[in-house]
């Protein structure tokens, strides 16, 4: 041993003490590093850019619902009916996304209240392969919606997706018609059904009950859209203006009703929701 190391094995500094892993958080837009506990009491937001980060399902539950929500329970279905293998079998795929969620598929739904306006609240987690529509997908937003239904109140869906699920082929597509029945149904029914349109939002969702509420809200920058910009352009062979798909060109270009940044996100449901609910019996 040299004498290098005996001298600074015996100075009092003890053991370098571990940073966690977690502690800070770089902003995907603006790439400023930010203090993890700071920016998830913002609500995932960049103080510094306004960029609104993307979020789960129970942390967005947490933040639109009153306390005392009730999870509504996961649909079983059908796992990997048409035996899908792509560069990994589908059953594996599934595998790897429950193991980094609480939640065994990509929609995830409650019912509560929001500043005590009855409601079901669904949301889309993108973390889940994409946000992907498939069947578990499609069967849960089906059953939020009747369960809307049956208890008279509104229906609020947050969509984040990349579109249907290709490993279950026409399965997956369709869940679109399925969807959009029951928006019909919530429509006939006089009950307000109200979209909150998050990064991402795409393909066939976009195509579905994404585009058919009353009111459609979106986040700041939320890219909103059917097929990819790169398709387009090749497709019609023209330049896109800038921040084509992008929440504030579709408000500007009536695609959306409004672009709430998501402090205000719970307190515009709330009022929406008393505003379009049917009035209370005398």
């Keep these: 041993m040299s004498w290098l190391s005996r001298v600074r094995n ?3 500094f003890g053991n370098k003490r571990e940073t966690p892993d977690n502690l800070w958080v770089k902003c995907p837009r603006c790439q400023e590093m930010l ?3 700071e920016y998830e009491a913002n609500l995932s937001v960049c103080p510094n850019c306004d960029h609104h980060g993307r979020i789960g399902a129970d942390t967005r ?7 005392g929500f009730e999870l509504l329970p996961d649909p079983v279905v059908a796992e990997d009916p048409l035996k899908f293998r792509d560069s990994k079998r589908y059953t594996d795929r599934l595998k790897a996304a429950r193991a980094k969620s609480p939640h065994p598929d990509a929609f995830t739904a409650a019912y509560g209240s929001i500043e005590g306006h009855k409601a079901v609240v669904g949301v889309q987690d993108f973390t889940f392969m994409g946000g992907s529509m498939g069947m578990a997908v499609g069967n849960a937003f089906c059953a939020a919606a009747q369960k809307a239904l049956d208890n008279n109140c509104g229906f609020v869906v947050v969509t984040a997706a990349g579109g249907a699920r290709m490993q279950e082929g026409i399965l997956s597509l369709m869940q679109m ?3 959009t029945v029951m928006t ?5 029914a006089g009950l307000p059904y109200i979209v909150v349109l998050a990064d991402p939002t795409t393909g066939g969702v976009t195509a579905s009950y994404a ?3 009353d009111v459609h809200i979106a986040e700041p920058g939320a890219l ?3 097929a990819g910009q790169r398709v387009i352009q090749e497709t019609i062979r023209e330049k896109l203006p800038e921040g084509f798909q992008r929440a504030e060109y579709l408000h500007k270009h009536g695609m959306v009703d409004m672009v709430v940044p998501r402090k205000e996100l719970r307190p515009t449901l709330a009022k ?3 505003y379009l609910s049917p009035a209370k019996a005398a």
Aim: overall charge positive.
């Design 177 to 179: 018609p399925r969807s």
């Design 211 to 213: 585009m058919l509420g």
């Design 224 to 226: 909103i859209g059917f």
């Design 272 to 274: 929406l929701l008393d």
């Design 184 to 188: 019909r149904r919530l429509r006939e």
């Design 10 to 12: 015996a100075l009092p």
């Design 61 to 67: 539950l947490a933040q639109l619902m009153d306390e």
């Design 35 to 37: 203090f993890t506990r």
